[in-house]
């Protein structure tokens, strides 16, 4: 298991696949507290649009781990400002499950879809899956950072309006969640540099 995952042929060549629901709740790390789906000049993580197709967004308990292990683990000064926002799914979210092996082996994959490096390539997949399926709100796939316990999402957000409530009241700052701070502080070993409280 070298080198990256296989790049997908085309969408046409995809055989079915059957979305799993997903009813939990999903946490992110914002800047505000509206979910704006928007998209990037290029790609900045796993499941991002490769030119700006669409709109993704990681969200997952451990999204600490997620957001923060791309910036040496550490939340600066400034980031208390920002929300720690959760979503609830209204109704079962129709998602991609790319942590079932059975649907790695039916698609050629293997893990490095969800934990190796080679982000073009996931990329790539997602905008492949995308297209293919009409009807799926994201992926689910394993955690990297966050550990393999944690489950993580990435939603194509222009097609979750009729799927999410939120963030409606479950949106606070991140310098007002002292004891959520604390223990992804403790349990990832982040360094938190703004006053809690």
Same mark, same amino acid.
């Given at each position: 298991?070298?080198?990256?995952?296989?790049?997908?042929?085309?969408?046409?060549?995809?055989?079915?696949?059957?979305?799993?629901?997903?009813?939990?709740?999903?946490? #992110? &790390?914002?800047? %505000?507290?509206?979910?704006?789906?928007?998209?990037?000049? !290029?790609?900045?993580? @796993?499941?991002?649009? +490769?030119?700006?197709?669409?709109?993704?967004?990681?969200?997952?308990?451990?999204?600490?781990?997620?957001?923060?292990?791309?910036?040496?683990?550490?939340?600066?000064?400034?980031?208390?400002?920002?929300?720690?926002?959760?979503?609830?799914?209204?109704?079962?979210?129709?998602?991609?499950?790319?942590?079932?092996?059975?649907?790695?082996?039916?698609?050629?994959?293997?893990? #490095? &879809?969800?934990? %190796?490096?080679?982000?073009?390539?996931?990329?790539?997949? !997602?905008?492949?899956? @995308?297209?293919?399926? +009409?009807?799926?709100?994201?992926?689910?796939?394993?955690?990297?950072?966050?550990?393999?316990?944690?489950?993580?999402?990435?939603?194509?957000?222009?097609?979750?309006?009729?799927?999410?409530?939120?963030?409606?009241?479950?949106?606070?700052?991140?310098?007002?969640?002292?004891?959520?701070?604390?223990?992804?502080?403790?349990?990832?070993?982040?360094?938190?540099?703004?006053?809690?409280?």
């Amino acid at each position: 298991m070298t080198g990256p995952p296989p790049l997908p042929l085309s969408s046409a060549v995809l055989p079915p696949i059957a979305p799993v629901p997903w009813t939990a709740a999903l946490w #992110r &790390i914002q800047n %505000g507290t509206e979910i704006v789906a928007r998209t990037y000049p !290029a790609p900045r993580y @796993r499941f991002d649009a +490769p030119h700006g197709e669409y709109s993704a967004c990681a969200s997952q308990l451990g999204t600490f781990a997620e957001v923060y292990g791309d910036r040496a683990w550490r939340l600066g000064e400034h980031e208390g400002s920002r929300y720690l926002v959760r979503l609830v799914p209204r109704a079962p979210l129709p998602l991609v499950d790319l942590a079932d092996v059975r649907l790695l082996a039916l698609l050629g994959l293997d893990e #490095r &879809i969800s934990v %190796g490096d080679d982000y073009p390539t996931c990329q790539a997949w !997602a905008l492949v899956l @995308r297209q293919r399926f +009409p009807e799926i709100a994201g992926i689910h796939y394993r955690a990297r950072k966050a550990g393999a316990t944690e489950a993580n999402v990435a939603l194509f957000l222009d097609r979750c309006g009729e799927y999410i409530v939120g963030p409606s009241d479950d949106a606070h700052m991140l310098k007002e969640c002292e004891n959520v701070v604390l223990e992804a502080a403790d349990v990832y070993k982040l360094v938190v540099k703004f006053v809690l409280g």
